[in-house]
């Protein structure tokens, strides 16, 4: 007796990014803020980083909550009903419970409930994480249209006697919606991880450890140099990577938005790509702060704001950090 056949779906044969939606925090914080406890300066800030103020949320205001206003700007720009959205995915590693989903709730509170929905944690890389598997998702015909997001709220986790992370770190939530396109609008992607380095960034202990055996409430650490290094050498591979698998070069670019961890590391990564002066850069570090998964596409949500003549164009985004994960594609821009 022969075996029944299942049925598989088929998706479109490409997507694009429809729109994007942004949140930041509430608090516009300086760094004369931070400078006592860590026993620095302005200057000193400044230098090492490139960031002047970064925007952290109020204690009532949750990343959840950031990334419901990021949500709602995406799907009202982008001319797609809610209620057509069935995939809702969040980079994050801000969920204040380890279950439900953020993304669950996003779902009900924007109205594309029933969506599939779940959270992704690649920290700095989550965005990029995210986007790929919408892209995947809605080309094989398990979704049609998909609310992708980054949402953080770091300050929840700083040390401010910490030197090595915490005057970095700020709150927000970049969104986007995805759909069918015509033609490609997202390339392959470039993404990875090397564990071996997982003791490179994250928390420096964990919620047994507070819980049981008395230790501080966990918080974020980095070796500086280490993920320095990485980010600049490594990184610059997988950027140059990514425009190879896209079939383009670094002249056809409009934009290049890498994750918004340090200046120095994005001045050095466009040094290194040898971008020809025609491409914008995002540098929305320097009054937002790091916001881990929510950097790319904040930063991307300011650069179309001030320059709308980049509507269509070509960007490269490349996210990297603990984990050590990493990924990279590019897009065109709505």
């Known amino acids: 007796m022969s075996q029944p056949v299942l049925k598989q779906s088929k998706g479109v044969e490409f997507t694009r990014i429809y729109s994007y939606g942004a949140a930041r925090g509430d608090l516009v914080v300086p760094n004369s803020d931070l400078v006592g406890p860590i026993d620095s300066s302005d200057e000193w800030i400044q230098q090492r980083t490139g960031i002047i103020t ?6 009532g205001i949750l990343a959840i909550d950031l990334a419901e206003t990021a949500a709602r700007e995406a799907i009202e720009k982008s001319g797609i009903a809610p209620d057509l959205i069935d995939l809702v995915v969040i980079g994050t590693i801000g969920n204040v419970q380890q279950t439900p989903s953020m993304a669950a709730v996003i779902a009900d509170r924007v109205g594309a409930n029933p969506a599939a929905a779940y959270d992704s944690n690649a920290a700095c890389a989550g965005f990029s994480y995210a986007l790929t598997q919408a892209d995947a ?3 094989s015909g398990a979704a049609h249209y998909a609310l992708v997001i980054g949402a953080e709220k770091l300050s929840d986790s700083v040390d401010p006697t910490d030197r090595s992370i915490s005057f970095l770190l700020g709150d927000g939530a970049g969104a986007v919606v995805v759909g069918p396109s015509d033609e490609p609008g997202i390339a392959a992607p470039v993404w990875g991880s090397d564990g071996s380095k997982a003791g490179a960034v994250g928390m420096n202990s964990t ?6 055996n008395g230790a501080a409430w966990p918080t974020l650490r980095q070796e500086g140099q280490t993920v320095f290094r990485w980010a600049v050498w490594e990184m610059a591979k997988v950027a140059r ?11 056809d670019l409009a934009a290049f938005v890498p994750h918004q961890a340090n200046m120095r590391i994005i ?46 164009g070509l960007l490269l985004q490349i996210g990297f950090g603990a984990g050590l994960v990493f990924g990279a594609q590019v897009v065109r821009l709505p």
Request: negative net charge; aromatic residues 2%.
């Open 207 to 212: 919620l047994i450890d507070y819980r049981d």
């Open 241 to 251: 990577e990514a425009l190879e698998r896209a079939g383009i070069t670094a002249a």
């Open 137 to 139: 998702l809605i080309r």
């Open 54 to 59: 970064r925007t952290r949320a109020s204690a």
């Open 267 to 312: 001045d050095e990564l466009a040094k290194q790509l040898n971008l020809p002066d025609t491409v914008l850069i995002g540098r929305d570090i320097e009054t937002t702060g790091n916001t881990s998964a929510a950097s790319i596409p904040l930063a991307t949500h300011r650069l179309l704001a001030e320059h709308p003549e980049l509507s269509g």
